[in-house]
């Protein structure tokens, strides 16, 4: 367990440095994947920063979602906050990076949510 917590730290500590260094774009939204685990449907979800979307029974908004300059369909970072249907506190909060969705994942019974890119128009 503390290798783990470990692990995840020095992950996220690079990506952090990752971002650091290369200059990043805020684009204009985000395409996130959503699975509903019990119905096993896979859905694309196109959001601009400040929009919000339901799924099934959660919401999910975008707070913003930002890309590599030289790289606009690579490794995108966005902020989302995902509330279920009836509960005022977020099951998550944070940002969740495309190329690592392990690293800070929506921990829920039913859903699965990640981001696939920023969106630049």
């Known amino acids: 367990m503390i290798r783990a917590a470990l692990l995840a730290l020095a992950l996220t500590a690079s990506a952090a440095a990752a ?63 995902i509330r279920e249907a009836g509960v005022a506190q977020p099951v998550f909060r944070g940002w969740m990076i495309a190329a690592s969705p392990a690293l800070n994942p929506l921990d829920h019974q039913r859903y699965d949510v990640w981001v696939l890119r920023c969106t630049t128009s």
């Open 19 to 81: 971002q650091q260094e290369e200059t990043v774009v805020t684009g204009t939204g985000a395409i996130l994947r959503g699975l509903d685990k019990l119905n096993a449907t896979v859905d694309d979800l196109t959001l601009q920063a400040g929009d919000s979307t339901v799924f099934g029974r959660i919401e999910i908004v975008l707070g913003e979602c930002r890309y590599p300059e030289d790289d606009p369909a690579g490794n995108a970072y966005a902020f989302l906050t």
